[in-house]
């Protein structure tokens, strides 16, 4: 079909296209559509296709009205976007609509379009990497922790003392800031330890035996995790329901067997903790690697995006919490709080699809059926289940669509500089 069309370009990304259809192909849509009817309509006192064309017009003009027009409109808003190479970034918004039988179908969409990138700088970045290497400390932390987990605790008669674990019956006599609505705490199990909070237990319940019971203020760091505790102080009565201490299991062949059947002592197992931290770390600072390629060319590359593609994205996040969340939000303060990370986002979607378009890179089948050939390997599965695990078009645009963004990833990774950086050592929480 060809159409007549006039491109008027409005602010920013902002664009209105006026299509016209002739007269001549609106009649001949008419037509086709009225023998149609005629075909299929069926009226008293006429067999099948033998009504008069004159009474099918009669009887169904707004049904043809309706079929010629919505036909009309995706043929012609296809063709003239085609002719025209434009992009909507949303769905066209109609305005200004002419249609009648016989004579020319007249009407204006608005919409924004993909914005235009120039690319200012893509690759030769200094990028900062995480230290992978594994300390001795990381690994007698994890030894230490390891023991712990596999320990047994055993019920001791003798008054607590440091590194006991107490089960513990609390009442709250009172507490500031009005945040703690529970009164009591049954059998809360405290470690006598040193650290900023358990410190303060240590101190009040070190000497208590079984029975015992006490007065006692704890003073919660306003981080606390507990965000019912944060920033307050609570005064208890405390009645001490049992003093166990941790008894460490022996190192022995069944305790390192659990590890795998080749640690047989203290040296294989802490081999297999490091080779553990090991995989962590390298997975971290790969990862942050990535994420640091990725911020260096959106804060390199700065442009507007259309309202409509910002609002698209943020009506979707709406949506997906409205789904998962069971309690009432407020939309407003939520795509406030989303605004960011959406233009990040969608920055980052754009200029990655320019950088592949600059450099040529693209996602080839051998992408595919190793990405799948992963997936297969990971899930314990054969290739062609995870084919089928990966089978509608819109996975496989997903897909390809991930593949794309490794392989930019990659691109700017191996042409930029990487720059090893160790974070300080953060002492184990004691708490």
């Known amino acids: 079909m060809k159409v ?23 009649q001949e849509k008419f037509d086709e559509i009225y023998r149609q009817l005629q075909t ?7 067999r099948p296709g033998k009504a008069p064309l004159k009474m099918i017009k009669s009887r169904f003009s707004d049904v043809a009205f309706k079929e010629v027009r919505d036909g009309l409109l995706e043929e012609s808003l296809k063709e003239a976007l085609s002719e025209s190479n434009l992009n909507p970034v949303n769905y066209p918004a109609f305005k200004d609509s002419q249609f009648a039988e016989g004579e020319p179908f007249i009407y204006t969409v608005e919409f924004d379009v993909k914005p235009e990138i120039t690319l200012e700088k893509w690759n030769g970045f200094i990028l900062k990497q995480l230290d992978d290497k594994v300390s001795e400390l990381e690994v007698n932390d994890l030894f230490e922790y390891v023991q712990r987990q596999n320990s047994e ?7 607590a003392q440091e590194e006991d674990i107490l089960f513990v019956d609390l009442d709250v006599i009172s ?43 704890i003073i919660y760091p306003a981080n606390h995790f507990d965000e019912r505790f944060a920033g307050s102080t609570v005064r208890y009565h405390a009645r001490i329901n049992a003093v166990k201490e941790l008894h460490l299991p022996e190192l022995k062949e069944d305790f390192f067997q659990q590890f795998g059947k080749d640690v047989k002592s203290v040296a294989d197992l802490k081999e297999v903790l490091k080779d553990s931290i090991q995989g962590r770390k390298k997975k971290e600072a790969g990862e942050m690697l990535r994420e640091e390629a990725v911020k260096a060319v959106v804060d390199a590359n700065r442009f507007d995006l259309p309202d409509s593609m910002l609002e698209n994205l943020l009506d979707n996040i709406v949506e997906d919490y409205r789904k998962q969340s ?28 320019e950088i592949a378009s600059r450099e040529n890179i693209t996602v080839e089948q051998q992408d595919i059926d190793s990405w799948l050939q992963g997936f297969a390997d990971n899930y314990k599965m054969t290739l062609e289940q995870a084919k089928e695990q990966i089978s509608s078009s819109r996975q496989v645009a997903d897909l390809k669509e991930r593949i794309l963004e490794s392989k930019v990833i990659d691109y700017i990774i191996a042409n930029s500089t990487t720059e090893t950086i160790t974070l300080p050592t953060v002492p184990p929480d004691t708490d």
């Open 4 to 26: 007549k069309y006039e491109v008027t370009e409005g602010e920013r990304w902002k664009r209105a296209l006026k299509i016209e259809v002739s007269a001549e192909v609106v």
């Open 326 to 353: 069971k309690e009432e939000f407020d939309e407003t303060e939520l795509r406030d709080r989303y605004r960011a990370m959406a233009i990040r986002q969608l920055r980052w979607q754009l200029l990655r699809h």
């Open 153 to 159: 605790l055993v019920v001791v008669e003798r008054p």
């Open 175 to 217: 507490a500031s800031g009005n945040k703690l609505e529970e009164k009591e705490f049954k059998e809360v199990q405290i470690e006598l330890r040193q650290g900023d909070l358990t410190r303060q237990f240590l101190k009040e319940l070190a000497g208590k035996s079984t029975d015992d019971e006490s007065e006692f203020e």
């Open 40 to 46: 299929e309509a069926k009226l008293s006192g006429f």
